[in-house]
């Protein structure tokens, strides 16, 4: 880590400082338990950090580990997303069991999909770029589930407590950056500084956002962010979508 640019290296102990502050939050207020996947992988993120700054940056041991970590990223990133839809969608399982299994259906798909492509693009230089194509493919296909609970919560008057909005925010505009950042990235097949150092900024933004919303009271207050409707159009698109979710529950059970 020492071998990094300046700006990227302050940027690097302020988010490790911003993660320890936010898993203490996470834990001091009971949400590890109502958010294990999120936790899960802010710890992840701690650990990695911790142990990278002990390696070489320009080294070959650290594109190995580097590689290694971002395995284990992008699966936490796939069981992120299914949290947030268990968690959106808490009060309607029949439709969240859909949701969790059309996800692990995508990621696998895009998966072997990517790793065909791989024949048809131009070939990666390497392994790490090798490695980008295939997260690529993981990742876009997890900001289709993300963009779905977005348009799903701008339309539907559902009430949601306060921590899950902000969860659920927070998380689109780092995993919509990710995206964007690794399609530049593999269109060359290149980590660009300018890249890594948006990439830094944007993660360091939105943990210091959830560092300063995410509390206890914020499970215990209700929202509606979705389409302000009349109230009888509200009552008749709720009770629809409780029919839906109370037929899939009862398939699900034949």
Same mark, same amino acid.
């Given at each position: 880590?020492?071998?990094?640019?300046?700006?990227?290296?302050?940027?690097?102990?302020?988010?490790?400082?911003?993660?320890?502050?936010?898993?203490?939050?996470?834990?001091?207020?009971?949400?590890?338990?109502?958010?294990?996947?999120?936790?899960?992988?802010?710890?992840?993120?701690?650990?990695?950090? +911790?142990?990278?700054?002990?390696?070489?940056?320009?080294?070959?041991?650290?594109?190995?580990?580097?590689?290694?970590?971002?395995?284990?990223?992008?699966?936490?990133?796939?069981?992120?997303?299914?949290?947030?839809?268990?968690?959106?969608?808490?009060?309607?399982?029949?439709?969240?069991?859909?949701?969790?299994?059309?996800?692990?259906?995508?990621?696998?798909?895009?998966?072997?999909?990517?790793?065909?492509?791989?024949?048809?693009?131009?070939?990666?230089?390497?392994?790490?770029?090798?490695?980008?194509?295939?997260?690529?493919?993981?990742?876009?296909?997890?900001?289709?589930?993300?963009?779905?609970?977005?348009?799903?919560?701008?339309?539907?008057? %559902?009430?949601?407590?306060?921590?899950?909005?902000?969860?659920?925010?927070?998380?689109?505009?780092?995993?919509?950056?990710?995206?964007?950042?690794?399609?530049?990235?593999?269109?060359?097949?290149?980590?660009?500084?300018?890249?890594?150092?948006?990439?830094? +900024?944007?993660?360091?933004?939105?943990?210091?956002?959830?560092?300063?919303?995410?509390?206890?009271?914020?499970?215990?207050?209700?929202?509606? %962010?979705?389409?302000?409707?009349?109230?009888?159009?509200?009552?008749?698109?709720?009770?629809?979508?409780?029919?839906?979710?109370?037929?899939?529950?009862?398939?699900?059970?034949?």
């Amino acid at each position: 880590m020492l071998q990094l640019p300046l700006d990227q290296l302050v940027l690097v102990v302020a988010q490790a400082a911003l993660l320890v502050a936010l898993l203490a939050r996470l834990w001091s207020a009971g949400l590890h338990r109502v958010y294990p996947y999120f936790f899960g992988y802010l710890l992840v993120e701690l650990v990695r950090t +911790l142990v990278g700054s002990f390696i070489p940056f320009q080294g070959r041991a650290y594109r190995h580990f580097w590689v290694a970590s971002e395995g284990i990223v992008a699966c936490c990133y796939a069981l992120i997303v299914v949290e947030l839809y268990r968690v959106v969608l808490r009060d309607l399982p029949g439709i969240a069991s859909i949701s969790r299994r059309y996800i692990t259906a995508t990621v696998a798909v895009a998966t072997a999909g990517s790793l065909l492509l791989l024949r048809l693009e131009e070939t990666p230089e390497n392994y790490v770029s090798k490695f980008l194509v295939i997260e690529r493919a993981i990742v876009f296909s997890l900001v289709l589930f993300i963009l779905l609970v977005s348009v799903f919560l701008a339309y539907y008057p %559902i009430p949601l407590n306060r921590n899950v909005v902000i969860y659920s925010i927070g998380y689109a505009v780092y995993f919509l950056t990710k995206a964007t950042a690794l399609f530049i990235r593999t269109l060359g097949h290149y980590v660009s500084r300018q890249t890594s150092t948006l990439m830094l +900024l944007v993660s360091s933004a939105c943990l210091l956002f959830w560092v300063i919303t995410l509390n206890r009271q914020g499970e215990l207050r209700t929202v509606v %962010i979705g389409h302000k409707w009349k109230r009888e159009d509200e009552t008749q698109l709720l009770s629809k979508l409780k029919a839906i979710n109370a037929t899939l529950v009862s398939a699900g059970k034949k």
